[in-house]
């Protein structure tokens, strides 16, 4: 795993764990854990194909006052020119 293998070369790997599953088996993946920060790439939402389950199992991600961290975009943007 690439974020794995950098984490070792920067120094991290004791401070860090990756974990490869599908975004509804999460919580299960996870043993129930909970955080503070759940964090969302760019550009993921519109590839979803149940939007409510994937807020469910944001939900189930977080600790009672936690927050989700959303970087969204439409790839639609891609296409158009910067000019």
Known sequence: MTAANLAGELGF?????????DVYDAPT?????RF????TGSGV???LP?????????ADLLRPGGWLH???FHPLTDVLDDE
């Open 29 to 33: 993946v996870l043993d129930g854990r």
């Open 50 to 58: 149940d939007i409510h389950r994937w807020a469910r199992t944001v």
């Open 70 to 72: 959303l970087a969204e």
């Open 13 to 21: 790997s004791d401070r860090s764990e990756f974990v490869a599953a």
């Open 45 to 47: 939402l519109c590839w």
């Open 36 to 39: 503070d920060v759940v964090y």
